[in-house]
């Protein structure tokens, strides 16, 4: 048996990392959450008025700070960030932030690190497409826009910072669109990816699915 490397990409909401999260701890494997770090990226700008088009401002930013992510939490130069990069402030800003060729290629180094040492469960929106082409497992997780801003709706009222649903829908819709529609590395499903479509599929019935095709792959040759 070998610890294999499981990439889930899909749109907004869709509880990629939900599903990521209790996947990783159910097979024990570190989960490890792309969109933390591009939204840890865009706080740095938001603090340091760096404008969001500003290409070379914000490869600057990235070397010249330590983004760290594992599971729930996310570094920026040692300091726990995992609360202040989910505002909707930063939500906003991180689909205009992480467009840029330059940002992305020095975030996907990072990310390609992470993976190197198999074991792991990475979210977000091209890592089966771009940041691990070669995952043994990738999944393209979907769901309808309705469930997904009414899922996004919770986490946001969990947080004690709720939205009116059209607000959360809006921006949903808007980011479904920048992600899918934008030059480099747009939202797209890997031909090899498995899509599940989980608008009605109960949590548990999805990680056991999703703990089965790990296990049947860490004994693939
Ligand atoms: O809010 P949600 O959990 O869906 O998004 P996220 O995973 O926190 O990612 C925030 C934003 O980062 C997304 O809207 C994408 O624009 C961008 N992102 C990306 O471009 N590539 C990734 N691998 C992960 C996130």
Excluded at 2 to 31: C, F, H, N, Q, W
Excluded at 159 to 184: C, Q, W, Y
């Amino acid at each position: 048996m070998r610890k294999i490397r499981v990439a889930i990409d899909g749109p907004a909401g869709a509880g990629k990392s939900t599903a990521a999260r209790m996947l990783a701890e159910r097979v024990d494997y570190k989960y490890i959450d792309t969109g933390a770090m591009y939204r840890a990226l865009t706080l740095l700008a938001l603090d340091h008025d760096v404008k969001w088009d500003d290409e070379i401002a914000l490869v600057e930013l990235f070397e010249k700070h330590t983004i760290e992510q594992s599971g729930a939490i996310t570094l920026i130069d040692g300091i726990d960030v995992s609360t202040k990069i989910r505002t909707n402030k930063v939500s906003r800003a991180v689909s205009i932030v992480c467009r840029h060729a330059k940002v992305r290629e020095r975030m996907v180094g990072l990310q390609r690190q992470l993976a190197r040492t198999g074991g792991i469960v990475m979210d977000g929106r091209d890592i089966g497409t771009v940041v691990i082409p070669d995952a043994e497992l990738k999944i393209f997780l979907v769901a309808t826009l309705e469930s997904r801003a009414k899922r996004r709706m919770k986490d946001l009222e969990n947080m004690g910072k709720p939205l009116p649903f059209d607000e959360v829908l809006a921006n949903i819709k808007h980011r479904d669109k920048l992600d899918s529609t934008r030059a480099i590395a747009p939202l797209r499903k890997a031909d090899d990816a498995i899509v599940i479509d989980n608008s009605e599929l109960p949590i548990e019935e999805e990680i056991d699915m999703l703990v089965a095709l790990v296990r049947e792959r860490e004994h693939w040759e």
